[in-house]
Structure formats: C-alpha cells, structure tokens
C-alpha cells in the first residue's frame, strides 16, 4: 500500500461540493446528504452558502474560505482532514474552482495525500453549452476577460483565430462593452450566444452575430443585469485562411524594407500573432 493510500485512509476527505447557479431544486440530494454529515463546511461567502443550508435544513459550522485568505485558510481546513474529519468546499454557485477559490486548497490536500472528492452538479459553463447551439466538441473556456478595455481587446485579438467555441463569464455592467469589443476584434459577424440569469425566472439567450446581439443587449430594459456566459462562435476555416494571407501580406511588404526579425517584431505588433510564428514565416516568405 503507499503512502497516499495510508494517509487517505487516516485523515479526513475534501469534498468538492457543487451547489445550484439559481434554482435551488437543482441541488442533488447525494450533495445536501455529504453537506449534512461533514464535520464543517468552507463557503466562499459563509452568509451567502447561510440560507442554501437554511433552505435545506442543514445546521453545520461553517468557515470563510474565499480568494482573499485562501492560502491562509486552507491551514485550518487541512488540520481538520488530518484528525479526520470530512470537509465540503462549496462556491456561491455552481462548481467550486471553475472561476471560484478552491485551487490551492485542493492541491494541497492532494499533495498531502488526502482524499479529494467531486460531488458532480450545476456549473454555468456547461449548463449554458448545452443550450447554445454552438459546437461543443472542442471549447475554450477563458474565464473572466480583462476589466481594463485595452488589455481586454489584447486578449481577444490573442483569441481571434482560435477555432474552438471560446467561453467566457461577465458581469452586467462590462456585458454591452466585452460584445462591443467582440464585435470590432472579430466582425460584426461573428456568431455569439448569451445566457443570461441561468435557472432562474427571468432566464435569458441572446444569438445571432455580434452585431445584431449588442443591439439587443441595448434594446433590453434587462440587458444589463445579472451574470453573463458569453459563447463565440470559432474562426471558421476562410476566417483562417483570410487571416494567413493578410498576416502574409503584411510580412512581405515589411520585408521589402526590413530584416526578418524586425519585420516579425512589427508584423506580430500590428497582427497580435505570435513573433516566433511569424519569424519562421518571414524566413519561409524570404526564401521564396
């Protein structure tokens, strides 16, 4: 037997708990019976997480655990594993770790060599997937996009040629500005869906190009508020195609007037394509 085996055996188990993104119904009976029975439970928002365990008539002792004190916090969860006692890791919605805290905590237990559970339920992302009618057999999911405007653009640009669906989370107020920069960094369009206020009554999807969806968004008294899953469309392959031979137009006349490693320094400057990319196609386009 090793080590990991022994020490899963004599300390306590982390569960990974995923509790509902708005419909409280959606919460699994097998998480309220693990959230009933731990020996305490670690909330991202301890008041928040208050009223699901009050809606489901479990009274346990609870502790903060949340991006601010993470670190300092997992101290404390990891002794309670050590003299045994089961611990459940909950978010204030969805799958904790997927944009939530949670990521140190559990590398650490694993590291350690206690046993780390998943207790499978609600998760925005996938739950606003399955409802797009977007391809899903390859997505990315970015998370958060920067809050500054320039940095956010960078990261789209960065993006732009990525075939697979690319998923990311935004907040009501930031909504009409990230689909805007959408729209001007990949084409009025480019093919976006929105979800909005998942499970809960005023459940919303925006689809259509870019373009037309920022209109709607506008035209919406609503379309501003509660959380966003924001789903584009890949580049399509004559979006790729287009793009190579811009990115080839652009190198061949920097070429003309520059050595190749300039000419990529610029052309990735101007592109937002990667400069050693572009420096073995400088060299490629130089020696035809």
């Not at 609870?62 to 909950?90: F, Y």
């Not at 140190?104 to 409802?131: H, K």
Request: aromatic share 4%.
């Amino acid at each position: 037997m090793n080590s990991e085996n022994t020490l899963s055996e004599q300390g306590g188990t982390l569960y990974i708990v995923a509790t509902p993104i708005g419909n409280l119904d959606d919460m699994s009976p097998r998480a309220a019976a693990i959230l009933s029975r731990v020996a305490v439970i670690a909330a991202e928002d301890t008041r928040h997480s208050g009223r699901l365990l009050q809606h489901l008539g479990i009274s346990k002792p609870m502790m903060a655990l949340h991006e601010h004190n993470e670190r300092d916090k997992a101290g404390q969860v990891l002794e309670k594993l050590a003299a045994g006692q089961d611990v459940a890791l909950i978010s204030d919605a969805g799958t904790p770790l997927i944009s939530d805290p949670g990521f140190v905590l559990v590398r650490e237990a694993r590291a350690r060599g206690y046993r780390v559970s998943p207790v499978p339920g609600a998760c925005a992302l996938i739950s606003a997937l399955s409802a797009a009618g977007l391809p899903t057999d390859r997505f990315l999911f970015e998370g958060f996009l920067p809050a500054r405007q320039g940095a956010r653009k960078t990261a789209l640009e960065r993006l732009a040629r990525e075939s697979a669906t690319l998923v990311f989370y935004e907040s009501p107020h930031r909504i009409v500005d990230t689909v805007r920069d959408i729209e001007q960094v990949m084409g009025a369009e480019r093919e976006l869906v929105l979800a909005r206020e998942l499970t809960k009554t005023f459940e919303t999807f925006y689809a259509g190009h870019a373009a037309g969806v920022r209109e709607n968004i506008e035209a919406d008294p609503h379309g501003s508020r509660g959380e966003f899953v924001v789903m584009v469309h890949g580049a399509s392959a004559e979006e790729l195609s287009a793009s190579s031979a811009e990115v080839d137009r652009v190198l061949v006349l920097l070429l003309a007037e520059l050595p190749v490693k300039k000419a990529a320094k610029l052309a990735a400057e101007l592109t937002g394509r990667s400069k050693n990319e572009l420096y073995q196609r400088a060299l490629e386009l130089k020696a035809e």
